[in-house]
């Protein structure tokens, strides 16, 4: 079993930043990604940005330029991601949720618990 622990999330004022952070622990072999999603009440839940295991990421249209997204490499067998958000806006007002995918047994894909990020105008 892989167990994500997200933290940071908060309530800051337009133009604000905020640092995201991601725990994945627990069965695992290999990670192939680790990357962070958002979702508003009512929408569909979407990518913002994501980091592969050779260091790889892409990013939302409407964050690049703002987010950065970095990762650890595993440190007694926990991987760490973060989410570095800059210049944030009210439309980046959303719960945000960590992803990691990878191998274990097996192939896995596992979420957090979600944080709530704030911005206000």
């Known amino acids: 079993q892989v167990q994500l622990v997200e933290s940071g999330g908060g309530l800051v004022q337009a133009g604000g930043s905020l640092r995201l952070s991601c725990a994945a622990s627990?069965?695992?072999?290999?990670?192939?990604?680790m990357g962070w999603y958002r979702q508003d009440p009512g929408k569909q839940r979407e990518l913002v940005a994501v980091?592969?295991?050779?260091?790889?990421?892409?990013?939302?249209d409407s964050v690049k330029g703002r987010f950065t997204i970095s990762r650890d490499n595993a440190k007694n067998t926990v991987y760490l991601v973060y989410l570095q958000m800059n210049s944030l806006k009210p439309e980046d007002t959303a719960v945000y949720y960590c992803?990691?995918?990878?191998?274990?047994?097996?192939?896995?894909?596992?979420w957090g618990q979600g944080t709530q990020v704030t911005v206000s105008s």
């Open positions: 980091v592969t295991s050779d260091g790889n990421t892409n990013y939302a």
């Open positions: 627990g069965s695992i072999s290999r990670i192939n990604a």
């Open positions: 992803n990691a995918n990878g191998r274990n047994y097996g192939y896995f894909t596992s």
